[in-house]
């Protein structure tokens, strides 16, 4: 990961964090038994941005 990106993932996922703890009615609903997540709410969704932006890239990349 380059520079860049790695502060845009960084604060993406600050961010996205702080949402969630503001209003944790967004977050999906846990059940009450089974396993713990390893992975947070807000990590998953960095993530999926992140790999959305990417596409998205590579798409305005072919399309030039």
């Not at 997540?37 to 072919?62: F, H, M, N, Q, Y």
Request: proline share 8%; hydrophobic share 40%.
């Amino acid at each position: 990961m380059d520079t860049d990106l790695d502060t845009l993932a960084t604060a993406l996922h600050v961010t996205i964090d702080d949402l969630l703890k503001e209003h944790p009615e967004w977050a999906p609903p846990r059940p009450a038994e089974g396993f713990a997540p390893k992975t947070t709410d807000s990590e998953l969704i960095t993530v999926a941005v992140l790999g959305a932006r990417r596409r998205a890239g590579l798409v305005l990349e072919w399309s030039n």
